[in-house]
Protein backbone atom coordinates (compact mmCIF):
# COMPACT_ATOMS: atom_id res chain seq x y z
CA UNK A 1 0.00 0.00 0.00
CA UNK A 2 1.79 3.21 -0.85
CA UNK A 3 0.99 6.89 0.87
CA UNK A 4 -1.56 7.81 -1.26
CA UNK A 5 -4.02 5.06 -0.76
CA UNK A 6 -2.86 5.22 3.46
CA UNK A 7 -3.82 8.92 3.05
CA UNK A 8 -6.79 8.17 1.07
CA UNK A 9 -8.50 5.71 3.61
CA UNK A 10 -7.07 7.78 6.45
CA UNK A 11 -9.22 10.56 5.21
CA UNK A 12 -12.26 8.04 5.19
CA UNK A 13 -11.63 7.01 8.44
CA UNK A 14 -11.24 10.71 9.86
CA UNK A 15 -14.40 11.65 8.08
CA UNK A 16 -15.87 8.62 9.96
CA UNK A 17 -14.49 9.39 13.55
CA UNK A 18 -15.15 12.92 13.61
CA UNK A 19 -18.83 12.51 12.29
CA UNK A 20 -17.78 15.23 9.23
CA UNK A 21 -17.64 14.44 5.76
CA UNK A 22 -15.78 17.70 4.62
CA UNK A 23 -12.64 16.85 6.44
CA UNK A 24 -10.14 16.75 4.00
CA UNK A 25 -6.39 15.89 4.63
CA UNK A 26 -3.10 16.52 3.22
CA UNK A 27 0.72 15.55 4.32
CA UNK A 28 1.14 18.22 6.16
CA UNK A 29 -2.33 18.69 8.00
CA UNK A 30 -1.78 19.14 11.76
CA UNK A 31 -4.70 18.96 14.82
CA UNK A 32 -5.33 22.34 14.73
CA UNK A 33 -6.24 22.56 10.90
CA UNK A 34 -9.67 19.88 12.01
CA UNK A 35 -11.96 21.02 13.45
CA UNK A 36 -13.33 18.34 15.79
CA UNK A 37 -9.72 16.78 16.15
CA UNK A 38 -8.95 17.15 20.00
CA UNK A 39 -7.61 15.16 22.68
CA UNK A 40 -10.91 12.77 23.19
CA UNK A 41 -11.36 12.41 19.39
CA UNK A 42 -7.59 11.46 18.65
CA UNK A 43 -7.86 8.52 20.81
CA UNK A 44 -10.93 7.63 18.70
CA UNK A 45 -8.69 8.31 15.67
CA UNK A 46 -5.58 5.91 16.53
CA UNK A 47 -8.03 3.07 17.97
CA UNK A 48 -9.85 3.51 14.34
CA UNK A 49 -6.44 3.07 12.42
CA UNK A 50 -5.39 0.53 14.60
CA UNK A 51 -8.47 -1.87 13.93
CA UNK A 52 -8.56 -0.56 9.98
CA UNK A 53 -5.24 -1.46 9.29
CA UNK A 54 -4.78 -4.22 12.23
CA UNK A 55 -2.07 -2.48 14.05
CA UNK A 56 -1.45 -1.42 17.40
CA UNK A 57 1.06 2.26 17.97
CA UNK A 58 2.97 2.16 20.93
CA UNK A 59 2.17 5.17 23.56
CA UNK A 60 5.27 7.02 22.53
CA UNK A 61 4.51 6.71 18.47
CA UNK A 62 0.94 8.33 19.75
CA UNK A 63 2.29 11.27 20.91
CA UNK A 64 4.72 11.44 18.13
CA UNK A 65 2.97 12.20 14.81
CA UNK A 66 2.97 16.25 14.47
CA UNK A 67 1.23 15.63 11.18
CA UNK A 68 -0.78 13.25 8.85
CA UNK A 69 2.34 12.75 7.16
CA UNK A 70 4.29 11.52 9.87
CA UNK A 71 1.03 9.60 10.88
CA UNK A 72 1.38 7.85 7.40
CA UNK A 73 5.09 6.97 7.89
CA UNK A 74 4.40 5.83 11.05
CA UNK A 75 1.46 3.46 9.41
CA UNK A 76 3.92 1.88 6.50
CA UNK A 77 6.53 1.02 9.48
CA UNK A 78 4.32 -1.04 11.07
CA UNK A 79 3.22 -2.94 8.12
CA UNK B 1 -14.37 36.94 45.64
CA UNK B 2 -11.22 35.93 43.14
CA UNK B 3 -12.10 34.42 39.94
CA UNK B 4 -10.72 31.25 40.48
CA UNK B 5 -12.57 29.39 37.16
CA UNK B 6 -10.91 31.98 35.53
CA UNK B 7 -7.97 31.96 37.44
CA UNK B 8 -7.32 28.77 36.53
CA UNK B 9 -8.08 27.97 33.36
CA UNK B 10 -5.52 30.75 31.73
CA UNK B 11 -2.99 28.84 33.52
CA UNK B 12 -4.15 25.75 31.71
CA UNK B 13 -4.16 27.48 28.38
CA UNK B 14 -0.22 28.39 29.02
CA UNK B 15 0.53 24.87 29.58
CA UNK B 16 -1.77 22.64 27.73
CA UNK B 17 -4.10 25.53 25.23
CA UNK B 18 -6.25 22.99 23.21
CA UNK B 19 -7.69 21.39 26.48
CA UNK B 20 -7.81 24.75 27.93
CA UNK B 21 -10.02 25.90 24.73
CA UNK B 22 -12.32 23.04 25.04
CA UNK B 23 -12.82 23.28 28.64
CA UNK B 24 -14.21 26.88 27.56
CA UNK B 25 -15.98 25.68 25.00
CA UNK B 26 -17.73 22.79 27.03
CA UNK B 27 -18.43 24.98 29.79
CA UNK B 28 -19.67 28.22 28.00
CA UNK B 29 -23.51 27.56 28.81
CA UNK B 30 -23.61 27.58 32.13
CA UNK B 31 -24.71 30.60 33.37
CA UNK B 32 -23.45 32.51 36.16
CA UNK B 33 -24.38 30.13 39.17
CA UNK B 34 -21.88 27.90 38.19
CA UNK B 35 -19.30 30.52 37.79
CA UNK B 36 -20.16 31.54 41.25
CA UNK B 37 -20.38 27.65 42.29
CA UNK B 38 -16.68 27.40 40.90
CA UNK B 39 -14.97 30.17 42.65
CA UNK B 40 -16.64 29.57 46.16
CA UNK B 41 -15.32 25.43 46.02
CA UNK B 42 -12.17 26.88 44.55
CA UNK B 43 -11.70 29.62 46.84
CA UNK B 44 -12.55 26.87 50.29
CA UNK B 45 -10.06 24.43 48.05
CA UNK B 46 -7.11 27.51 47.83
CA UNK B 47 -7.31 27.78 51.60
CA UNK B 48 -6.47 24.18 52.25
CA UNK B 49 -3.77 24.42 49.68
CA UNK B 50 -1.85 27.28 51.36
CA UNK B 51 -2.70 26.06 54.73
CA UNK B 52 -0.76 22.36 52.89
CA UNK B 53 1.83 24.85 51.92
CA UNK B 54 1.35 24.43 48.01
CA UNK B 55 -0.89 26.81 45.74
CA UNK B 56 -3.31 26.29 42.29
CA UNK B 57 0.16 25.26 40.26
CA UNK B 58 0.67 22.23 42.32
CA UNK B 59 -2.90 21.29 41.67
CA UNK B 60 -2.68 21.56 37.90
CA UNK B 61 0.10 19.62 37.49
CA UNK B 62 -1.86 16.91 39.49
CA UNK B 63 -5.02 17.78 37.07
CA UNK B 64 -2.50 17.46 33.90
CA UNK B 65 -1.03 14.41 35.30
CA UNK B 66 -4.26 12.63 35.84
CA UNK B 67 -5.21 13.55 32.39
CA UNK B 68 -2.38 11.68 31.19
CA UNK B 69 -3.42 8.51 33.08
CA UNK B 70 -7.40 8.69 31.78
CA UNK B 71 -5.95 8.85 28.27
CA UNK B 72 -3.85 6.22 28.66
CA UNK B 73 -6.93 4.36 30.41
CA UNK B 74 -9.14 5.12 27.52
CA UNK B 75 -6.96 4.12 24.76
CA UNK B 76 -7.08 0.60 26.86
CA UNK B 77 -10.51 0.29 27.27
CA UNK B 78 -11.06 1.13 23.17
CA UNK B 79 -9.10 -1.57 22.45
CA UNK B 80 -10.03 -4.32 25.03
CA UNK B 81 -13.36 -3.13 26.24
CA UNK B 82 -12.66 -3.64 29.62
CA UNK B 83 -10.88 -1.40 32.38
CA UNK B 84 -7.27 -2.40 33.27
CA UNK B 85 -8.09 -2.69 37.25
CA UNK B 86 -9.72 -6.33 37.85
CA UNK B 87 -9.48 -6.56 41.68
CA UNK B 88 -10.18 -4.12 44.71
CA UNK B 89 -6.74 -5.69 46.50
CA UNK B 90 -5.01 -4.56 43.36
CA UNK B 91 -6.23 -0.94 43.40
CA UNK B 92 -5.68 -0.65 47.25
CA UNK B 93 -1.98 -1.76 46.93
CA UNK B 94 -1.35 0.10 43.81
CA UNK B 95 -3.64 3.64 44.36
CA UNK B 96 -5.53 3.71 47.47
CA UNK B 97 -2.64 3.25 49.56
CA UNK B 98 0.27 5.07 47.27
CA UNK B 99 0.32 8.66 48.58
CA UNK B 100 1.64 9.97 45.33
CA UNK B 101 -0.87 8.41 43.21
CA UNK B 102 -3.74 9.46 45.89
CA UNK B 103 -2.67 12.80 45.66
CA UNK B 104 -2.88 13.66 42.40
CA UNK B 105 -5.18 12.09 41.37
CA UNK B 106 -7.33 13.59 44.34
CA UNK B 107 -6.22 16.88 43.67
CA UNK B 108 -6.94 16.44 39.93
CA UNK B 109 -10.23 15.45 40.59
CA UNK B 110 -10.82 18.24 43.33
CA UNK B 111 -10.23 21.12 39.80
CA UNK B 112 -12.13 18.86 37.56
CA UNK B 113 -15.45 19.47 39.43
CA UNK B 114 -15.83 22.58 37.54
CA UNK B 115 -13.99 22.11 34.44
CA UNK B 116 -16.38 19.62 33.28
CA UNK B 117 -19.67 20.19 32.87
CA UNK B 118 -20.73 17.17 33.27
CA UNK B 119 -19.37 16.72 36.23
CA UNK B 120 -21.19 20.30 37.39
CA UNK B 121 -24.50 18.94 35.75
CA UNK B 122 -24.32 15.72 38.46
CA UNK B 123 -23.00 18.29 41.15
CA UNK B 124 -26.26 20.60 40.31
CA UNK B 125 -28.23 17.98 40.16
CA UNK B 126 -27.47 17.48 43.79
CA UNK B 127 -26.83 20.85 45.01
CA UNK B 128 -30.30 21.83 43.54
CA UNK B 129 -32.72 19.44 45.26
CA UNK B 130 -30.89 18.33 48.42
CA UNK B 131 -32.34 20.57 50.99
CA UNK B 132 -35.70 19.30 49.75
CA UNK B 133 -35.01 16.05 49.87
CA UNK B 134 -33.24 15.72 52.90
CA UNK B 135 -35.75 18.20 54.75
CA UNK B 136 -36.62 15.71 57.46
CA UNK B 137 -33.01 14.22 57.76
CA UNK B 138 -31.44 14.90 60.76
CA UNK B 139 -27.95 13.02 59.84
CA UNK B 140 -25.80 13.17 56.79
CA UNK B 141 -23.61 10.00 55.66
CA UNK B 142 -21.22 10.23 52.93
CA UNK B 143 -19.63 6.71 51.79
CA UNK B 144 -16.59 7.57 49.44
CA UNK B 145 -15.73 10.95 50.29
CA UNK B 146 -13.28 12.33 47.42
CA UNK B 147 -11.98 15.50 48.27
CA UNK B 148 -15.47 16.89 49.91
CA UNK B 149 -17.43 19.06 47.68
CA UNK B 150 -20.53 17.19 48.05
CA UNK B 151 -20.20 17.23 52.23
CA UNK B 152 -18.88 20.60 51.58
CA UNK B 153 -22.43 21.62 49.96
CA UNK B 154 -24.13 19.60 52.40
CA UNK B 155 -22.95 21.58 55.53
CA UNK B 156 -24.27 24.70 53.50
CA UNK B 157 -27.52 23.47 52.81
CA UNK B 158 -28.84 21.48 56.01
CA UNK B 159 -29.76 22.57 59.24
CA UNK B 160 -27.08 23.18 61.67
CA UNK B 161 -28.81 20.04 64.06
CA UNK B 162 -27.75 17.54 61.09
CA UNK B 163 -25.13 15.13 62.05
CA UNK B 164 -22.27 14.52 59.87
CA UNK B 165 -20.12 11.25 59.26
CA UNK B 166 -18.01 10.33 56.72
CA UNK B 167 -16.54 7.21 55.56
CA UNK B 168 -14.09 6.30 52.96
CA UNK B 169 -11.40 3.83 52.42
CA UNK B 170 -8.51 5.71 51.43
CA UNK B 171 -6.37 7.48 54.09
CA UNK B 172 -5.68 10.62 51.72
CA UNK B 173 -8.92 11.16 50.72
CA UNK B 174 -10.04 11.08 54.27
CA UNK B 175 -6.92 13.87 54.70
CA UNK B 176 -7.75 16.16 51.70
CA UNK B 177 -11.71 15.94 52.63
CA UNK B 178 -11.54 16.91 56.20
CA UNK B 179 -8.64 19.80 54.91
CA UNK B 180 -11.13 21.54 52.38
CA UNK B 181 -14.21 20.78 54.78
CA UNK B 182 -12.13 22.04 57.91
CA UNK B 183 -15.62 21.75 60.08
CA UNK B 184 -15.33 19.84 63.10
CA UNK B 185 -18.95 19.10 63.05
CA UNK B 186 -18.09 15.80 60.98
CA UNK B 187 -16.73 12.87 61.95
CA UNK B 188 -14.96 11.02 59.60
CA UNK B 189 -13.74 7.37 59.30
CA UNK B 190 -11.21 5.49 57.24
CA UNK B 191 -13.22 2.39 56.30
CA UNK B 192 -13.87 0.08 54.02
CA UNK B 193 -17.64 0.53 53.74
CA UNK B 194 -18.56 -2.96 53.47
CA UNK B 195 -16.79 -3.35 57.37
CA UNK B 196 -18.56 -0.20 58.12
CA UNK B 197 -21.31 -0.21 61.11
CA UNK B 198 -23.35 2.08 62.30
CA UNK B 199 -25.73 2.01 65.01
CA UNK B 200 -28.33 3.70 63.71
CA UNK B 201 -29.99 4.11 59.76
CA UNK B 202 -29.22 7.96 58.44
CA UNK B 203 -31.88 10.23 56.81
CA UNK B 204 -29.38 11.20 53.69
CA UNK B 205 -27.06 9.37 52.56
CA UNK B 206 -24.44 10.46 49.51
CA UNK B 207 -22.74 7.71 47.51
CA UNK B 208 -20.77 9.30 44.64
CA UNK B 209 -19.09 7.78 41.91
CA UNK B 210 -18.05 3.92 44.44
CA UNK B 211 -20.33 1.81 42.85
CA UNK B 212 -17.30 1.95 39.85
CA UNK B 213 -14.93 1.04 42.75
CA UNK B 214 -16.40 -2.05 43.74
CA UNK B 215 -15.99 -5.54 42.57
CA UNK B 216 -19.66 -6.13 43.34
CA UNK B 217 -21.60 -2.73 43.26
CA UNK B 218 -24.67 -4.72 44.96
CA UNK B 219 -23.12 -5.38 47.66
CA UNK B 220 -22.72 -2.00 48.72
CA UNK B 221 -26.20 -0.85 47.29
CA UNK B 222 -27.92 -4.04 49.58
CA UNK B 223 -25.82 -2.12 52.67
CA UNK B 224 -27.46 1.44 51.57
CA UNK B 225 -30.46 0.04 52.20
CA UNK B 226 -29.75 -1.24 55.71
CA UNK B 227 -27.96 2.02 56.38
CA UNK B 228 -30.91 3.98 54.79
CA UNK B 229 -33.23 4.79 57.40
CA UNK B 230 -37.06 3.83 55.85
CA UNK B 231 -37.77 7.59 54.52
CA UNK B 232 -34.48 8.70 54.03
CA UNK B 233 -33.15 9.86 50.75
CA UNK B 234 -29.94 8.90 48.68
CA UNK B 235 -28.46 11.11 46.64
CA UNK B 236 -25.75 7.81 44.20
CA UNK B 237 -24.24 8.44 40.81
CA UNK B 238 -22.18 6.15 38.76
CA UNK B 239 -20.59 6.25 35.33
CA UNK B 240 -20.90 4.50 32.06
CA UNK B 241 -18.02 3.50 30.01
CA UNK B 242 -15.71 5.65 32.08
CA UNK B 243 -12.50 4.20 32.33
CA UNK B 244 -9.93 5.49 35.05
CA UNK B 245 -7.26 4.05 37.42
CA UNK B 246 -9.22 2.66 39.95
CA UNK B 247 -12.35 1.92 38.38
CA UNK B 248 -13.09 -2.20 38.65
CA UNK B 249 -16.75 -2.40 37.70
CA UNK B 250 -17.56 -1.91 34.34
CA UNK B 251 -21.28 -0.28 33.43
CA UNK B 252 -21.74 -0.78 29.85
CA UNK B 253 -25.11 0.94 29.68
CA UNK B 254 -27.11 3.12 31.99
CA UNK B 255 -30.08 0.15 32.48
CA UNK B 256 -27.45 -1.60 34.47
CA UNK B 257 -27.15 0.62 37.20
CA UNK B 258 -30.89 0.91 37.30
CA UNK B 259 -31.31 -2.77 37.21
CA UNK B 260 -28.95 -2.83 40.31
CA UNK B 261 -30.90 -0.31 42.58
CA UNK B 262 -33.80 -2.07 42.09
CA UNK B 263 -32.35 -5.17 42.75
CA UNK B 264 -31.22 -4.12 45.78
CA UNK B 265 -34.62 -3.21 47.47
CA UNK B 266 -34.50 0.42 45.80
CA UNK B 267 -36.34 2.95 44.16
CA UNK B 268 -35.20 5.46 41.86
CA UNK B 269 -37.27 9.05 42.32
CA UNK B 270 -35.26 11.23 40.01
CA UNK B 271 -32.89 10.59 37.67
CA UNK B 272 -30.12 12.44 35.45
CA UNK B 273 -28.41 11.32 32.77
CA UNK B 274 -25.58 13.48 30.88
CA UNK B 275 -23.33 12.47 28.64
CA UNK B 276 -19.69 13.46 29.47
CA UNK B 277 -19.06 15.41 25.99
CA UNK B 278 -21.31 16.99 23.73
CA UNK B 279 -21.94 14.61 21.24
CA UNK B 280 -25.29 12.90 19.84
CA UNK B 281 -26.22 9.63 21.99
CA UNK B 282 -24.97 7.79 18.65
CA UNK B 283 -21.77 8.86 18.93
CA UNK B 284 -21.47 8.07 22.56
CA UNK B 285 -22.45 4.50 21.93
CA UNK B 286 -20.11 3.91 18.97
CA UNK B 287 -17.27 5.67 20.65
CA UNK B 288 -18.22 4.35 24.15
CA UNK B 289 -18.00 8.24 25.25
CA UNK B 290 -18.43 7.82 28.88
CA UNK B 291 -21.86 8.95 30.29
CA UNK B 292 -22.80 9.92 33.84
CA UNK B 293 -25.76 8.87 36.07
CA UNK B 294 -26.80 10.53 38.79
CA UNK B 295 -30.46 9.42 41.31
CA UNK B 296 -31.91 10.46 44.28
CA UNK B 297 -33.43 7.24 45.49
CA UNK B 298 -35.46 5.59 48.26
CA UNK B 299 -36.65 2.49 49.89
CA UNK B 300 -38.44 0.37 47.67
CA UNK B 301 -42.39 0.86 48.64
CA UNK B 302 -44.00 -2.70 49.51
Not at chain 2, 143 to 159: M, N, Q, S
Not at chain 2, 215 to 228: H, I, R
Not at chain 2, 268 to 274: C, G, L
Request: aromatic share 12%; with cysteine; charged share 25%.
Amino acid sequence: MDKAEILSQLQEIFRDTLDDQEVTLAYETTANDVEGWDSLTHIHLVVSIEKHFKLRFTAKEIQSWKNIGELVEGIISKK
Amino acid sequence: MNNYLEEILLKLESKRPAHAKKLRLNTNYLNELYVSRANDFYSQYEKHLLRENTDLDFSIDCYLRMLDDMAIERMNFLRQGKYSSVSLMEVEKCIYNNPDMMCYHMHGLALAQFLWFDQYERYSFFADSLAGYAKSAESYLEIGCGHGLYCYTAIKLLPENVKFEVVDISDYSIGICKGIINDPKVNFITKNVLEYASNSTFGFITIGEVLEHLEDPLVLLKKLKDLLSDDGISYISAPVNAPMIDHIYLFNEVQEIRDLINQAGLEIIEEKVVISEHVSQQYADKFKVPVMFAAFIKQKQQ
